[in-house]
């Protein structure tokens, strides 16, 4: 059993900064890349950022380019979301996801590209 948990969810106001973490327990298994998702009230989910595990880069959507950041520690088995100059429209659900299959695209951004998912953390910005 694979598990995915996010943390560090909350209410803040337009311009401030969050860090969204995701740990990665249970059973070892290979990762490709993780991403991180989001899903806004009447919204379907969408894709927000991917990192390659053990290969380097990075890709974002365009509406959180250059104010968000994702990155890991291997080691922890973690990644991150750093989200700065919050705006309201940033408000959603945040979910991480795993992709174990190699092969594929580099930056996987469909949901039916990754292959286990967490249980997603409430983010809030307030105008």
């Known amino acids: 059993q694979v598990q995915l948990v996010e943390s560090g969810g909350g209410l803040v106001q337009a311009g401030d900064s969050l860090r969204l973490s995701c740990a990665a327990s249970?059973?070892?298994?290979?990762?490709?890349?993780m991403g991180w998702f989001r899903q806004a009230p009447g919204k379907e989910r969408e894709f927000v950022a991917v990192?390659?595990?053990?290969?380097?880069?990075?890709y974002y959507a365009e509406s959180v380019k250059g104010r968000f950041t994702i990155s890991r520690d291997n080691a922890k088995n973690t990644v991150y979301l750093q989200m700065n100059s919050l705006k309201p429209e940033d408000t959603a659900v945040y979910y991480c996801?795993?992709?174990?299959?190699?092969?594929?695209?580099?930056?996987?951004?469909?949901?039916?590209?990754?292959?286990?998912w967490g249980q997603g953390t409430q983010v809030t910005v307030s105008s």
């Open positions: 996801a795993a992709r174990s299959r190699g092969g594929g695209s580099y930056y996987p951004r469909g949901e039916y590209e990754y292959d286990y």
């Open positions: 249970g059973r070892t298994f290979s990762r490709y890349a």
């Open positions: 990192i390659r595990w053990t290969a380097p880069g990075t």
